[in-house]
Structures are given as C-alpha cells and as structure tokens.
C-alpha cells in the first residue's frame, strides 16, 4: 500500500485509523475533511497531507484522488435526527458525496475503496442480531442515504471492477471521541461535567458497542483480498442494553463521579434493538473484535480524564 486518502479524516474513527495505519507499511496518507466537526489541530501528532474540503466539491475530489492508490471513506453526515429535519444537507454529504469518490477513483482507476456504512439505521427496526441477508427498511433519512451510497459502491465494483467494500458499523467507541456524539462519549463528556445522563426511553434499548481498534483493524483488512462489491456486518457481536452500558459506566468511573440518569422520551427515527452477527466478517474478511466492553470503557475514560480539558479549551478558541 503505497497512499491513501482519507475523507472524514480528523473526526474520531480518522484520527484513530491514522494512529493504527501508522504502524502498518503505508507509505502517505491523505486527509480530507471540511472540519465540520473535527479539528486539524488534532492531525499534530500524525505526519500526513491535509487538505481542508468538502467531498460535494467534485473538482477537489477529482484532483485528490488523481495522487493515491486507496480510498477509505469516513466523511458522513451522521445525526440521525438531524437528517430527519433536513434530508436534503443529509443526502447531499453521504450520498451525492460518495458518488464523486467513486466517479473519481474510477476515473483514475483506483480499485481500493473501502466504505464506512452503518449497521443499524440502515436496517431499520428489526429483530437482531443483524446480519447482511437481511433486506433493509431504513427509517430515517440518514440510513436511507447510507443504503443509497452502499448501492453505488456495489454498482461501481459490478460494473468497473472496483474492489469496493462497505463496512456496516456498530457503535463505535473509543479514545479521540471527544467531538462525537455517540453515547459513549456523550455520558463520559456529561459525567466529567457533573451533569445527569440523559436516555431516551426506559433505558430497555440495545446496541452493539464496538471498540474503535477493532473497526480500524476491519478497514485495514478491506485494503487487501477480493472484496468487491462486498458488504460486512461489524460489531462485537454482543447485545447491551442503555442500562447495562451505564452500570458498566458506573463502575468504570469509580466513586470518584456522581452519575446521575435521567429518562427522557423515547425519540422517533431511533431504532430499540440491535446487535451484529459478524460470522460473515469472521469467515471472510478476517475480522475479530478483541476488545472486551469494559476494558474499552476503561481506555476510553482513561483518554477523556487526560484529554478532555485541552480539547474543550480548543474548542472554546474556535
């Protein structure tokens, strides 16, 4: 592997992937990012080329593209609510977006490009686990778009011959979280500001949490074999309840904090259960997620009670 681009690359799943990559025999690594969310200040400890930009900016897209051997793919808009109060910005980022990537690696006769998908909005509210047989019922605009940009990533390897692969994730978490908005890094953010969690629902409500290494291991792993126009379901292959995460939250934090919960109603467009059945992303792929839920609960609070002040102070200079 010689250079990649990265879109999406200072946001959390980016930041971690360059730190992984680092290790690996990658010779240059590309970043793209409109800083939306992220930041560059957090590309300080990595030697790579940044480019600040927008993946709908196709002329940008053409003329990156047209210098590396690999596309990995992380730029999304990803708030779920959100794209249900504006579907047209949603479907603009991860869709419209996505076909410029590929038109440009296919023009350039790029055959690498691996996609960050999502492995429950686009499914829809089903009984898990979930697995990639199953056929998408997307109920919010942002799955729609991620089932929209997974079939062009599929069109694109049946009728090009590029080695697209879509990665459907669970929900990732981990260090370098600290602008997501996922429910990891949420309650961490709240707790070391003393204020309540907040759930919405009873709490009854599963999801899958996958450390952060595992999914960057699972991207890696696309880069090579035969792959195209194949799709991975990624997770721990575990069921988690909301109130199971927050007593492992609990006793991750220590007396120290005082966490308090608070129960909201239940919001539309979110889906009530969900886990992965990764014997697909075993078998074939390579895959394993190795990091159990409390050991990375324990690193991922670990890395906000170190970082998190020197990344507010920088936010607060924006």
């Not at 709240?190 to 907040?198: D, K, V």
Request: glycine residues 10%.
């Amino acid at each position: 592997m010689n250079r990649i681009l990265i879109t999406g690359g200072c946001g959390f799943i980016g930041l971690n992937l360059i730190a992984y990559l680092m290790k690996k025999p990658v010779s240059d690594i590309v970043v793209l990012d409109n800083l939306s969310t992220g930041r560059k200040e957090n590309l300080h400890e990595f030697d790579v080329e940044f480019h600040e930009g927008d993946i709908r900016d196709a002329t940008l897209v053409e003329k990156l593209i047209s210098s590396v051997d690999s596309v990995i793919h992380l730029a999304a808009d990803t708030r779920v609510m959100e794209s249900i109060e504006n579907p047209d910005y949603n479907f603009d980022v991860n869709v419209v977006g996505t076909y410029n990537l590929l038109r440009a690696a296919r023009n350039k006769g790029i055959e690498r490009f691996v996609f960050a998908s999502t492995g429950g909005a686009i499914l829809g509210d089903i009984d898990p686990p979930v697995h990639e047989g199953i056929v998408p019922r997307p109920i919010s605009p942002y799955g729609a778009s991620k089932l929209f940009a997974e079939g062009y990533c599929s069109a694109f390897a049946g009728s090009y011959d590029m080695r697209t692969v879509a990665l459907r994730f669970s929900n990732v978490y981990g260090p370098r979280s600290y602008h997501k908005g996922s429910v990891v890094a949420a309650f961490y953010k709240r707790i070391i500001n003393g204020l309540p969690l907040i759930v919405y629902g009873d709490g009854t409500q599963t999801r899958d949490y996958v450390y952060v290494d595992d999914i960057c291991e699972a991207i890696y792993l696309s880069l090579s074999g035969e792959h195209g126009g194949k799709v991975y379901q990624l997770g721990s292959g575990k069921e988690t309840s909301i109130n199971e995460l927050i007593k492992e939250i609990k006793e991750v934090v220590g007396k120290d904090y005082n966490v308090d919960v608070q129960y909201e109603s239940f919001r539309k467009g979110e889906i009530r259960k969900n886990y992965a059945d990764i014997s697909n992303a075993k078998r074939t792929l390579g895959f394993d997620s190795k990091v159990k839920l409390k050991d990375g609960l324990r690193r991922t609070w670990e890395w906000f009670c170190t970082n998190y002040h020197r990344y507010a102070e920088t936010e607060r200079q924006h």
